[in-house]
């Protein structure tokens, strides 16, 4: 894959945002209702979303990625249970949902969408805090904050495997540290977000990235 492919990945929000930077602040920062504390979808039911909206492969890959990192680090660094551990599956599969249909209105539709179906205000409120800069929402809890410090790492990782001949076999954190200050490489990948996030999570970079090698795969 080409340098210019990689910077052109749809997900990264940081590149192609300046469009609409203004119109993604969410200007709230409560989400859904208290009393659907608990209430999540079904994975059957999180596919079939997915697959209505969104077409770009790129794009299923990165938040399949995602959801994959939030389950493994809920369930062996905070200890959940699995059904907890969903929840935290959850927000990582659906954080960027909307974005391939309306990219003008990210976060927003998702939002909405989840509100209508009475989904868990924890799982909502951890996807729109996923963007501080972008939504004006702060992440809170620990999903809030984890879901912000793997999005854009994850994708900067996978895209270091894609130009690597081996993909993800024997990545090592020092490849991943060195593209990380090579700012031409996947330029989009907003390196003020990683730094911000990590800082937010208390989870050193080093220590993110190890993890994302450790479970991410193509
Ligand atoms: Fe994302």
Not at 184 to 206: H, M
Request: proline fraction near 3%.
């Amino acid at each position: 894959m080409q340098e210019g492919e990689l910077n052109a990945f749809p997900f990264v929000i940081s590149g192609a945002i300046n469009f609409c930077m203004e119109n993604l602040n969410l200007g709230r920062q409560e989400f859904g209702d208290e009393k659907n504390k608990g209430n999540t979808m079904t994975r059957l039911e999180v596919s079939a979303l997915l697959d209505e909206w969104i077409s770009n492969e790129r794009l299923r890959v990165h938040v399949n990625q995602v959801g994959k990192l939030m389950y493994s680090w809920a369930r062996e660094q905070e200890n959940l249970d699995e059904e907890n551990a969903w929840s935290w599956e959850m927000a990582g599969l659906l954080h960027d949902a909307d974005w391939d249909k309306w990219p003008d209105q990210h976060c927003r539709k998702i939002i909405e969408e989840l509100e209508s179906r009475n989904i868990d205000p924890e799982i909502i409120r951890a996807i729109a805090s996923h963007g501080p800069a972008y939504f004006g929402v702060e992440p809170r809890t620990k999903m809030d904050k984890m879901l912000y410090a793997f999005d854009e790492l994850s994708g900067l990782v996978h895209a270091y495997s894609l130009m690597r001949p081996e993909g993800y076999l024997g990545m090592e954190l020092k490849g991943v540290q060195k593209r990380l200050k090579e700012k031409s490489f996947a330029a989009n990948v907003s390196r003020e977000d990683i730094r911000d996030a990590a800082e937010r999570s208390a989870v050193p970079v080093e220590d993110l990235i190890r993890f994302i090698i450790a479970h991410q795969t193509a």
